[in-house]
């Protein structure tokens, strides 16, 4: 398990990038992690943190929209020309280091912005649209570019895949016997 650090010179700022491969598994962990992480980027002359994630409505979406949350009001101004939708109502609690990262910004006097992606959600399985979504986004917004061609090619095979179980879905239920056999189709799952 790591965190990396990656530096990209930009045209209009300078860019720092984290990734990482897994989060902590305890508060604790998470607190400790995103504070050295803050830290060693204050010492870098970062100013503005930006992190990412999904926002997970349940439900498939086709076209996924770029939620967005800050750590200071005075922020969405800043970005609502980038397609972002602020709506307090809209997020409850951001989990995670997409959430704590902001705020430990805002303890250290810099600015905070979370993108999150609609997707359905499920767990250990990723969404290439709403991954789209954000660094389309994220790209206006730092004024790079990125190649978004693998991600692309995952759309596409992802909506192949959707197309697939939607198929095996329509045939099971036509095989379904009408309400007299309903009975037995009952289950605890």
């Not at 508060?27 to 002359?45: M, N, T």
């Not at 979370?114 to 004024?143: F, H, N, Q, R, S």
């Not at 693998?150 to 379904?176: G, N, P, S």
Request: hydrophobic fraction near 35%; charge should be positive.
């Amino acid at each position: 398990m790591k965190c990396e650090f990656y530096y990209v010179k930009g045209t209009k700022n300078d860019v720092v990038i984290l990734t990482g491969d897994s989060q902590s598994t305890n508060p604790e962990g998470h607190y400790e992690i995103s504070q050295k992480i803050i830290k060693f980027a204050k010492e870098l002359g970062v100013s503005d943190v930006i992190t990412i994630g999904g926002f997970a409505e349940g439900r498939l979406v086709q076209k996924p929209r770029v939620i967005g949350a800050v750590n200071n009001k005075e922020l969405i101004k800043k970005y609502s020309n980038y397609g972002i939708l602020f709506q307090p109502s809209t997020i409850g609690s951001i989990v995670g280091a997409s959430g704590l990262l902001i705020g430990e910004a805002k303890r250290n006097g810099m600015n905070g912005l979370c993108l999150l992606g609609e997707t359905v959600g499920y767990p250990l399985i990723t969404d290439p649209k709403a991954a789209e979504a954000v660094l389309t986004v994220l790209m206006k917004i730092l004024d790079i570019k990125m190649d978004l061609s693998k991600i692309d090619k995952a759309v596409k095979e992802m909506e192949e895949k959707l197309k697939k179980t939607e198929e095996i879905h329509r045939k099971i239920l036509q095989e379904v016997p009408e309400k007299k056999d309903a009975e037995s189709m009952k289950y605890i799952g």
